[in-house]
């Protein structure tokens, strides 16, 4: 029989509705208050879990859903940089087509003044 080492146990992640429950609920109980640790050992919590997710709270820096750090604006900047230029090369690659569309238009439109010029020449020419 070969024993496998232990899986390594996995971080636990709370969602912001929990951590705003769990602060409301803690914060609900009187300071000092014995249910305030009964509450921390019923979530298996630490007292630092309650003090960063209020400080993150007051500051608006709580992360979206998963515990992992908010990404910040600089990281966020060359997302938000590639998503504009396939926007830009999108519209740049409709507006190329543009001219040969133009182009075509102007042609037929030529094609079908000429007829009407020679028309309206004669027709001048006839009343002289």
């Not at 997302?79 to 182009?103: F, I, M, Q, S, V």
């Not at 238009?105 to 001048?124: H, V």
């Amino acid at each position: 029989m070969t024993s496998q080492p232990p899986e390594r146990p996995k971080r636990r992640t709370f969602t912001n509705a929990y951590k705003a429950r769990t602060l409301a609920a803690f914060d609900a109980l009187p300071e000092g208050s014995a249910e305030r640790g009964a509450l921390l050992c019923k979530e298996r919590l630490y007292h630092f879990h309650i003090e960063h997710w209020r400080t993150r709270a007051e500051n608006g820096t709580m992360a979206a859903s998963t515990g992992k750090p908010a990404k910040s604006a600089e990281a966020e900047e060359p997302a938000r940089l590639r998503a504009e230029n396939k926007k830009l090369k999108a519209a740049n690659d409709k507006l190329a087509g543009e001219p040969g569309k133009t182009k075509t238009a102007l042609d037929i439109a030529g094609k079908a003044f000429a007829p009407l010029q020679d028309i309206s020449s004669s027709a001048d020419s006839d009343e002289k």
